[in-house]
Structures are given as C-alpha cells and as structure tokens.
C-alpha cells in the first residue's frame, strides 16, 4: 500500500469542510478590508527564497524542497507565500506604477521540517500582502484583520508584537548584540556561535534553555530604537489599545524570516500545544529593492490553516437541498430524470438503488438534505412523488408537475 509522505496530509470529510469554511471567512474579511486574491506558483526559482526568507534562516537552510528540474533550473517548493506575491508584484510593474495594492492567497506551502502536532511538511497559510503604505495604520489594520479572523471562526489568542528597527537603528545594536554574544560566545550553542555570523540578532529566538538564560541579560533592540521607529511603535501600541486589542510586548521576537524591519508579530495559541503560533507577520519595508523592485513599504501576515483547524468553531450545521430515491427499481429511471432536473436549481443527492422508505430516509438524514423525495409504485401509478420535510417534520404528495 502506498500511503501519503510524512507531514503530508489529506484533506476530507469533516476536515474539508472546517477548512474551506476557514478560507471563505477570511477571503470576505480580507475583501472588506478591499484586498484582491493572487495566486502565484508553487514552484519559483531557488533564489527568489535565498534572497527575501535569507540564507541564515532555518526555513532556506534547512527545510526547503529543493532540486534541479530537467531544464536544469534550480527550483524549489514555496516555503511561504510573500516572496513569491513580491516577485509577482514586481514582474507584474506594480512597484513602477505606484499606488497602493493589497493581496490575500491562500494555498500550500513546504517546509522540510520535523512533523510533530501542528507542524507539517504541507501545510496550508492563508496571507495578505500590502504594498505602498508607509503608515502604522497599516500595521495595526493587519493586526486588527487577523484578529476579526480570528474572532469570526471563534478563536481566541495572544497576541505578542516587537519592533525590528530599521536601518538607522538596527546596525548599532546589531553591533551592540555582537559584542554581548563575544563575551559569552564559549557558552552559547553553535548554532548561535553560527547566527553571530550570518544573523545575530536571530540569537534572541533560540530555543536552546541555556541560551534563552543567557540573552535575558543582552541588550534589547525597543531600548535602542530611533526617533521614528520608537513614534511608529508608540502609535502602533495606541491604535491597539484604542480598538481593544491587548497585546503582550516581546523583545525577543525576531520571526524566523529575515525580510522583516519595524513591526514584527505573532498570534498564539495556548490550546494546541507547543506549535503555538497561529499567525505571524510583520512589515517589510526593503523587500520590494531587495528583490530589485523599485523601494516600496509593504507589510503583511500569514496563518498557519492546519494549526487553527481543530479550534475552530463551526456554525450549526443547517439542513439542505433534496435526496431523492426509489422504492421500486422500476422508478429508478424517473429518479435520475427529476434529480438532473431538480440539480439546475438545488443541492441534490439521489440513489442509483431501489431501497425501503426506511433505509431512504436514514441516507437522506446522514448526508443533512431537507427534503427527503420516495416514489414507489402507487406514487409511479398516481404521477406523483412523496416528500418529507426533515426540518419542519412534515410530509406530504406533490404532483410530479409541482415538484
Ligand atoms: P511564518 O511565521 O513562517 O510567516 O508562517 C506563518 C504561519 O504559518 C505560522 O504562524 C504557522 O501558523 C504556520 N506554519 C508555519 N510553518 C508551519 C508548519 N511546518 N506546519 C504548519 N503550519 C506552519 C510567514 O510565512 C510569512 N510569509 C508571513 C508574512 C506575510 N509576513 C509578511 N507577510
């Protein structure tokens, strides 16, 4: 028996329908908000991820699925969805054209990771994109959009922000950071012995125990900001507080991706175990030149769908549409005829075998229909159909014509 690869799930039943509800709460959220959808390819260039996720993070050192097509292109399977959206941004001379463009996706992304409770190798993310806005409001509308989210599917969580710097404030303490991991550089691990190189300041969200006791002393970036970053935090900090969005601040929150400057957050979860974060996001200001774009501030978040299936909470499920089935095989041809008919304006579901009224019944219940629908031979002889409402527990006859 072949059976699916690890960390790869399938997607049905009961489990589809919690996930496409997911998806269709947060595109109308996302589209009040006047975000458009954009799909881009699974599949991009492997250097679109060196260049935006970066080659210090765990995500493109480690855990991409990367290999050489036949053309001999080197390509890999997109581990998460903002550098291609930016690639397309700019292929597309949006950033040129100027103006503002807000984006949502939804799709898979793949990350060569351990799989354990909540962390797979395919997994889901549903993500806005904002290009062209330099203002916080920004900032604090993608908090706020997560939250609604959250709110609509019934999920409750915390929410932890930090700022990042920007140019003018992070190579100073960077600087700073480097010299406070010298000093301890014999007692931290190699991977931050590694980090001190490539990415200090991804030293501060290690999970080595030794190492998180030993940065609690390090210097923190939100002591160090300048004059503007400190205003955008501040203001940031006032908008939340203003829409009742309590949020905890995290000084060592440095998101595993290295696109990011400014505000950085997560929503997390403490009903799903230690794979905790449920969204991240944050802004990304120097991307769009990065990637050879025209400069353009941008800023964006991302849930993990899988991690948020089993807290959401789902509506009560109504009844619907029609089940349609024959006690007599004779009137299994007419059954077919009226559920084609019937299909051009209803959810219909019919049954290919003649059955007892009682076996007809229970499929209809099973499968949520309204209407159960029988003809036997009296109603055959009669042109008529027998209907049961299961909602309003009533049943009656109907001409085949009123049907
Ligand atoms: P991220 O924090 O790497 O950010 O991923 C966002 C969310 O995807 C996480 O909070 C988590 O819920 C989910 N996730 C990540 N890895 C896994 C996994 N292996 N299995 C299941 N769920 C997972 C990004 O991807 C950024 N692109 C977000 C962003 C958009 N920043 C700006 N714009």
Sequence with gaps: MINSLRGMNDI???????????????????????????????????????????????????????????????????????????????????????????????????????????????????????????SVYEDATMIIMVSDILQAVGIGYRLQINSLGDTNCMPEYRNGLVNFIEIHEDKICEDCQRRKVTNPIRVLDCKNENCKIIYKEAPKLINNLCSSCQDDFDKLKQILDANKITYEIDTNLVRGLDYYSKTAFEFVSDNIGSQSAIAGGGRYDRLVEFLDGRPTPAVGFAMGIERLMELIVMPEIKREGYYLGAMDEEAVDLIVTLTHKKRKTAKVTCDYKAKNLKNHLKNADKINAQFCCVIGTDEMANGTIWVKDLENKTEYALSLEDF
């Design 12 to 134: 049905l039943s009961e489990d589809y329908e919690r996930f496409t509800y997911f998806i269709n709460t947060a595109t109308h959220i996302a589209q009040k908000y006047g975000f458009h959808f954009i799909e881009t390819p699974l599949l991009e260039e492997t250097a679109l991820f060196k260049r935006s996720v970066g080659e210090s993070s765990d995500i493109v050192g480690k855990e991409m699925y990367q290999f050489i097509d036949k053309g001999e292109n080197d390509v890999c399977l997109r581990p998460e969805g903002t550098a291609g959206v930016v690639r397309a941004f700019i292929q597309k001379k949006l950033d040129k054209a100027g103006g503002i463009h807000r984006f949502f996706y939804h799709g898979a992304m793949f990350r060569y990771e351990r799989p354990q409770k909540g962390r797979l190798r395919q997994f889901h993310q549903f993500g806005v994109e904002s290009f062209g806005v330099e």
